[in-house]
């Protein structure tokens, strides 16, 4: 058999598609996805692969652009399958950054943490894309083809970044059930528009018409300036980028770390916005100069303090919440010295009573 040009292929991939097992090709509405599913789909009508195939997309939410689902439907047309999209119970992207922030801030009140926590994720915490998109797509293929080996195709590529640059083309998950195959992980971007163009398919219009270099959220936490920019221009982008702006005004966290989505676009704003955003900033800068009066040894390790505060550090911690709790409008409990110590010796209890480990931590 002809193994089609350029293809990542190893013994156990070819194995599993001799023996039927079933495919599944997750796709984005992204170049690379179609790229994938058109390189695996070409190897398995070579390989007369005899199992199931199917392509599972999934759905973010209001995140997404407004393309992607249309993109990834004419995909499945193109190889005569189903689209099969899944999407997390409990809401999209948005709703999930925007219940953290409100997590954060009833965790802030209850001294159930020390330091607000950031509502976005960040490159080293994905929670976006390992609750939004692994988790979910996972438990469909594990209830769908139950106890059985299951090959998961992404559009992984080497040329994308350094992390990626050192991935395997398979690796397994820890159950040993579900094995993800990167297929299209030595090709370039040329060879990736080249397939997509030679099927006679159309890539998603982000890359052309609105000038973007990945076509992914709207708005990622790991875009370029010039990608957020872009998003920021097109109308279809406008109520979630107002709704992204407001939360980084409620929060006072900037969604790329030190990069504010608002000062993106700013002539996409309200004056009123503007001004709000503005003061966000500034209560920003205010709140990292009294977070940096408490030690490390007052920071609360998996959720629990360590230990007791002296009432020095008491002190320290019960003026640095009335500061904070001003400065956002919370309703916080344990403002004074010997409130702070009341809930330690709380929380000190209830962790020595409680394996931690058994915790549910967000
Ligand atoms: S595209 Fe970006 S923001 Fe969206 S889920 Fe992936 S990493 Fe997170």
């Known amino acids: 058999m002809e193994i089609p040009h350029n293809i ?42 005899s199992g199931p195939r199917i392509l599972i997309h999934a759905d973010l939410g209001s995140v997404e652009w407004s393309d992607s689902l249309r993109i990834c439907k004419e995909l499945a047309t193109h190889f005569g399958r189903d689209l099969v999209v899944v999407r997390r119970k409990a809401g999209g992207l948005m709703e999930r950054w925007k219940s953290r922030w409100l997590s954060s801030k009833t965790r802030y009140e209850s001294l159930s943490t020390v330091t607000l926590v950031p509502c976005w994720s960040t490159p080293a915490m994905r929670f976006c894309t390992s609750e939004q998109k692994t988790h979910v797509i996972m438990a469909d293929l594990k209830r769908r083809f139950k106890g059985q080996k299951i090959i998961n195709v992404t559009g992984v590529r080497r040329e994308e970044s350094a992390a990626r640059s050192r991935m395997p083309p398979t690796s397994t998950d820890t159950a040993g059930q579900i094995i993800t195959w990167r297929p299209i992980i030595d090709h370039t971007v040329d060879e990736v528009f080249g397939a997509i163009h030679d099927a006679g398919l159309l890539p998603h219009p982000a890359y052309r018409e609105f000038g973007m270099s990945r076509v992914s959220c709207r708005f990622c936490i790991m875009s370029n300036l010039a990608d957020l920019q872009a998003a920021a221009l097109q109308p279809e982008s406008q ?40 003061q966000a900033q500034e209560r920003a ?65 209830e962790k020595s009573e409680k394996n931690p480990k058994q915790m549910e931590f967000w």
């Open 285 to 349: 800068i205010k709140r990292k100069s009294v977070e940096a009066t408490l030690t490390k040894a007052m920071l609360f390790t998996k959720g629990w303090p360590e230990r007791m505060l002296t009432d020095d550090e008491a002190a320290l911690l019960c003026n640095a919440r009335n500061q904070i709790s001003k400065m956002y409008g919370f309703a916080s409990d344990h403002l004074t010295v010997s409130g702070i110590q009341h809930r330690y010796a709380e929380l000190l209890a």
């Open 239 to 278: 109520g979630l980028l107002q709704e992204m702006v407001d939360l980084e005004i409620e929060s006072s966290f900037a969604f790329q770390g030190s990069r504010w989505l608002g000062d993106i676009a700013p002539e996409k704003l309200s004056s009123s916005t503007r001004h709000r955003l503005k």
């Open 8 to 49: 990542s292929l190893t013994p156990e991939i070819e194995g599993l598609v001799a023996s039927g097992s079933p495919v599944a090709i997750g796709v984005s509405g992204g170049k690379d996805s179609q790229a994938a599913a058109l390189a695996t789909f070409s190897y398995l009508d070579r390989a007369q692969h």
